[in-house]
């Protein structure tokens, strides 16, 4: 025992002289430089807004996101998952999972596209991969096609997830589905590849950094963090909005922050498709549709828009859908969604969020255009 002790103890003493002497050579390295020099305790990375790879948990809406519904089914299980490369699949059709091998479509997109909140074989991305090798639309072999949205992505977040993580193999298609994400991001005062949205910051001293216990939670236990979120969200401890957000009685941008907005999606468009055209990638466009116009379910949307009254956002997201069907002249292939879906509580049930039988009407008319 008194050898253990005398052990730990030289240890101890051997661990204070050299912290000590690594402290006398600091000040004196201090003292003859010139120059002082100053160490950044953050490293930063590019964050590609996809789930985490290989997870599976069940989803439960808030009780402020439920508000703004009229003919959600709240009474259903809901359930995510994500395949190695982060994408959502469908469990049940190995064809939804990221092949290293081939890679036929790719789904890009904001919570639309994401379709969190529907059974898992009727997000629009299955239902398409399901009725494409159907149709043997692959030929010989079968159509591999992921789902790539993420909740409250822009343009340049889903450039980057093309850029930095679909690259190997290529795929042969991008569907790209955005417009409100982008218009309130620009909205907010924002200018696109100069914010840090798609940057995350990671300490180098993560033991006095309360984030890095949170996240650690998380990634060690999946099953009590999503209990833990999932009871946060029902018990709806988040569903205060501040008085910035409030709805402001502005019904017009002033001309030159309209056209600021407008230039900004469309170079991000125009990127978007050079990118892909360069890669020998076809690009193709989707509209969003929306409720924006029905004035029933407007009432209950409490999200507030940045700067404009109600009306002003269902022109300008008016104006950015027709900014992505100007493509067409291009010879961009356009899958006008906005035009072709009926948008009722039967098909969406909130303004911008696709039902069930929604989701089966997208995937026929998104098979309609790429049969063209």
Request: with cysteine; charged share 20%; net charge positive.
């Amino acid at each position: 025992m008194n050898q253990i002790r005398l052990i730990s103890t030289n240890i101890f003493v051997a661990f204070l002289s050299i912290i000590f002497g690594l402290s006398v050579v600091e000040i004196l390295l201090a003292f003859q430089t010139k120059n002082k020099t100053n160490l950044n305790t953050e490293e930063r990375y590019i964050r590609l807004e996809l789930l985490p790879p290989n997870i599976r948990r069940q989803v439960v809406p808030s009780n402020a996101y439920l508000k703004q519904t009229d003919s959600f089914n709240d009474q259903k299980k809901y359930f995510i998952q994500s395949d190695k490369s982060g994408a959502i699949v469908n469990p049940h059709d190995k064809n939804t999972f990221y092949n290293n091998k081939n890679l036929d479509i790719i789904f890009l997109g904001g919570s639309t596209t994401e379709n969190m909140y529907v059974r898992e074989d009727i997000r629009f991305p299955a239902l398409v991969t399901k009725i494409l090798n159907e149709q043997k639309f692959c030929k010989d072999r079968s159509c591999n096609i992921l789902n790539a949205g993420s909740s409250g992505r822009t343009i340049p977040g889903s450039i980057n997830i093309l850029l930095n993580r679909y690259q190997i193999p290529k795929p042969k298609k991008v569907i790209l589905m955005h417009n409100i994400n982008d218009l309130i991001f620009l909205l907010r005062g924002n200018q696109n590849w100069s914010s840090d949205r798609h940057l995350v910051n990671v300490t180098k001293y993560p033991l006095i950094k309360l984030n890095t216990y949170i996240t650690q939670f998380a990634y060690n236990f999946p099953n009590s963090y999503a209990l833990f979120i999932n009871a946060y969200n029902k018990l709806g401890f988040s569903n205060e909005f501040s008085e910035a957000d409030k709805f402001s009685t502005l019904d017009k941008l002033p001309i030159n922050q309209e056209e600021f907005i407008k230039k900004e999606f469309i170079k991000s468009l125009d990127i978007f498709i050079s990118i892909c055209q360069i890669q020998g990638i076809e690009p193709v466009l989707m509209t969003q549709p929306s409720r924006l116009q029905d004035y029933s379910i407007s009432q209950k949307f409490i999200k507030r828009f940045p700067g404009l009254n109600y009306q002003a956002i269902v022109q300008l997201h008016n104006k950015f859908n027709n900014i992505i069907k100007s493509y067409d002249s291009k010879g961009i292939l356009i899958i006008d969604l906005d035009k072709l879906i009926n948008s009722n509580e039967e098909n969406m049930f909130d303004l911008f969020h696709l039902t069930e039988k929604g989701n089966i009407l997208v995937a026929e008319e998104i098979v309609k255009g790429l049969q063209k």
